[in-house]
């Protein structure tokens, strides 16, 4: 289960404020609840955990084996934001910092991006490998995937010939769109993304699940987690972790001025959880010119560079921690006769409790420079856990929307970057747009 610890924002609020905030929250948590707000009918995620049919869950396992049958040793992951976050956090959560096991297919991500080098390299890649793909787009649309797809489609057509279908599968709307038009025309596995769940909440659709599943991780144990997490936090009560939350960040941000909410983790395999984090709160919350602004750090490393900053820069922000409380693997630092380093004061302690003693210090330091800390603490990294904590930031980020005001669930202003570059790359039907930016530019 997560669990939220405010003591770091004690001397930031007293309990009459906190609780204005908590009854915020509490009252959100009812809109929430009783579906009647903005955005109601994007509301599938919440019942995720518990009605993910079997079948769907051993389709997924189905595509693992099969392709495991034939030896895929590179998956192609194309999709953009909600539709590639939460599977690529989970898997980089979830593998060895290094080594890919034994028969166990490296998964990558593509079309999150429209960097021509970034593509090629890829195909260097496939070029040395045998591989599949497994491509998402719940509109079959995006550009990004599109062109990713395009390639790395006719990379499979022209290596595989017939047998590219059988690597291809689609992860994407049930009636609509180009991407089901095609896997119908060419037979692909196709897998559906929910009308009622948005992308940034889809990580336990296959959106996620499928590859999370193909890069050989337990994703019943991932539903599993979330399953408990809701059981805990549909209760409505002052001490569910999921209110708290979202009561003491709209606190600090309406009267304390906190305008940036910093995401911390003291442990790499997090960096994919820390921006999956920022789309999933950056999009809900960030419309109707308010919102907190999503940033990260992972330490210690960025206390060598961003902590500078957090220490005594302005004093915008405040810190939420994801604290593991146990680590997976333990290494302890030994005795050394010549002390050069002068480290033995260290001997016989883990590198963990020395990254515990950072966290620890740097939270001091952080209160006493003016910014507060919330910690969101979970036992260990494992698939149990990764879906409680999804299931936790889901619904404490509609919870604090509802409380801030806005609708968590659209994302009107994607699309105005959107409509200039079609404009600018000459797209059939924008042409009045397109000579509107070209007199813009001057040319
Ligand atoms: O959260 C969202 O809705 C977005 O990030 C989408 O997931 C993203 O734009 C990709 O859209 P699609 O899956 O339609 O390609």
Same mark, same amino acid.
């Given at each position: /289960? ?8 004690n001397?930031?609020? &007293?309990?009459?404020? !906190? ?11 009812d809109v ?17 955990? &518990? ?9 997924? %396992? ?8 034939? =030896? ?11 539709? !590639? ?16 096991p ?6 990558? +991500? ?10 090629? *390299? ?28 395009r390639?790395?489609?006719e990379?499979?057509?022209?290596? !595989? ?14 009636k609509k ?9 060419? =037979? ?9 769940v ?23 144990? $991932? ?5 408990? %997490?809701?059981?805990?936090? #549909?209760?409505k009560s002052e ?5 708290? !939350? ?19 983790t ?23 010119f ?8 992972? &330490? ?5 560079? /961003? ?5 005594? =820069? ?9 604290? #593991?409380?146990?680590?997976?693997r333990? /290494? ?18 883990n590198? %963990?409790?020395?990254?515990? /003693? ?5 939270? $001091?330091?952080?209160?006493?420079g003016?910014?507060?800390q919330?910690e ?16 936790? +930031? *889901? ?19 994607? *699309?105005a ?13 924008? %042409? ?12």
């Open positions: /289960m997560v669990k939220i610890d405010l003591g770091g924002c001397s930031f609020v &007293n309990d009459a404020e !906190y609780k204005e905030y908590l009854n915020k929250a509490l009252d959100a948590f929430l609840d009783s579906e009647n707000g903005a955005g109601n009918d994007f509301l599938g995620w919440k019942v995720l955990p &518990n009605e993910t049919p079997e079948s769907l869950i051993s389709a997924c %396992e189905a595509v693992r084996d099969d392709w495991k049958s034939m =030896g895929i040793d590179l998956v192609i992951t194309i999709g953009i934001g909600g539709s !590639y976050l939460g599977a690529r956090c989970t898997i980089e959560a979830l593998s060895h910092s290094f080594i890919r034994e028969g166990v297919p490296q998964v990558v +991500f593509a079309g999150n991006n429209l960097s021509e080098e970034y593509l090629s *390299e890829l195909m260097d890649l496939a070029q040395t490998r045998n591989t599949a793909c497994i491509v998402i787009s719940k509109s079959g649309t995006t550009t990004e995937p599109a062109v990713a797809f390639i790395v489609k990379y499979l057509d022209k290596t !595989y010939g017939q047998e590219s279908s059988r690597r291809i599968v689609a992860v994407t709307d049930a769109g180009a991407l089901k038009t095609l896997s119908t025309q060419e =037979g692909y596995r196709t897998f559906i993304v929910p009308d009622n948005g992308g940034r909440f889809s990580v336990l659709t296959p959106v996620g699940l499928l590859p999370i599943a193909v890069a050989g991780f337990d994703i019943r144990a $991932l539903l599993k987690g979330a399953a408990d %997490e809701r059981e805990e936090l #549909i209760k001490d569910n972790a999921a209110i708290k !939350y979202a009561a003491m960040r709209n606190f600090l941000h309406s009267e304390k001025n906190k305008a940036i909410e910093i995401l911390v003291y442990n790499p395999k997090f960096v994919y959880l820390a921006e999956w984090w920022k789309q999933l709160y950056g999009e809900s919350e960030g419309k109707d308010k919102g907190i602004f999503p940033a990260s750090v992972t &330490n210690t490393a960025d206390l060598h560079s /961003m902590g500078q900053f957090i220490q005594e =820069g302005s004093r915008t922000m405040f810190e939420t921690v994801v604290t #593991i409380e146990n680590a997976n333990t /290494m302890v630092i030994n005795f050394d006769e010549q002390n050069l380093d002068q480290l033995n004061f260290l001997a016989g302690k590198v %963990e409790h020395c990254n515990a /003693m950072a966290q620890l210090g740097t939270k $001091l330091a952080h209160i006493d003016g910014v507060p919330m969101v603490k979970i036992e260990r990294i494992n698939e149990y856990n990764l879906g409680s904590l999804f299931y936790f +930031f *889901e619904l404490s980020c509609g919870i604090s929307a509802y409380v801030l005001g806005v609708n968590p669930f659209n994302q009107p202003g994607v *699309e970057y959107k409509k200039n570059m079609f404009a600018l790359l000459h797209k059939p039907g924008y %042409e009045e747009q397109t000579a509107a930016i070209l007199k813009r530019l001057g040319e």
